[in-house]
């Protein structure tokens, strides 16, 4: 009996020990994360951060300064509709920036991504989001989708018959991302919109160089609207889960953009999503990414899943300090960065 027990435990922790090698196999190559286990690196992604506390909200749009600085969430989303979270994953936040690609795809939808690169541009800043300064130096000025000026740019060129048409479409766009009804955070565009001096600025330097194709002011309503559409770090994990799954959302099973077009927008991610500091994450992850100063970040490991995460306090450039350290945290453990495996 004795000798059967051990002997059934030498045999467990000799498969545990293959099971773990094949895990560690295939979390080293970044093969077929259906082995590992995605639930366990996203708690231990949330532990490891959970009381990280540097960085503080945003508070040049007043109400984001509100938000509770605590609140913390982590979230992968399969390519096939899995969900794995952990914390405030259904707290409803602004989405901010991370809207500025899927209006771009909306874009690419109805004109093409030539259209993008000509009419709006597709090259980093090294500059802030809001600059003022790369509009004036660069001559593409509205320079790519991910600063404010190609984000404007973006609502600008989708092709609408009026402003509630334009909303309309950025709106259901946005609703078809997330396979769900999202809403307009009314406190948040009011904020946002009367404290709007600095986007209407770059909204009128575009008009003003024939880079802005609708009038100025309803562009930035627009624009300002699409920033304030409350989302939840799961609903930006289904939204960054249908650009891993070549644009088809895996839950509604609704195509959002042409598959063809999807490789355009996750380049315009990787080069410009985190502002100015694009090119430490991409050098650092290896993966596509937007950021927001709501505190959200989506990140897309093509053809295989999203990771998203949510967390009020940000660093000087803008970008959630725990959310990024979080994605951060699970691409180097699953070894899934598209240049290799990048481990912490
Ligand atoms: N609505 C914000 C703005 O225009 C978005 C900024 C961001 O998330 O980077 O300033």
Known sequence: MTARVTGKKILTGALAAVLSLTMTQAIAKGADQSTVNLQHVVDQAYTKYKDFKEGKNADYIPILATVPSDLFGVVIVTRDGKIYAKGDVDYKFSIQSVSKPFTASLVMQQQGPEAVAEKIGVEPTGMPFNSKVALELLEARSVNPSVNAGAIAAVSMVQAKSEKDRWKQVLQN????????????????????????????????????????SEPEEALRVYTRQCSVGVSAKDLGIMGATLANEGVNPITNKRVLAAEHVPELLAVMAMTGFYDESGIWQYTSGLPAKTGVGGGIVTVVPGKFAIAAFSPRLNEAGNSIRAMKAIRYIAGELGVGLYGANPE
Do not use: H, Q
């Open 174 to 213: 946005l609703n078809d991302y997330a396979g769900s009804d999202l809403k307009l955070m009314d406190e948040v565009y009011d904020s946002e919109y009367s404290t709007s001096w600095s986007n209407r600025a770059i909204a009128n330097l575009l008009y003003n160089y024939g880079r802005l194709y």
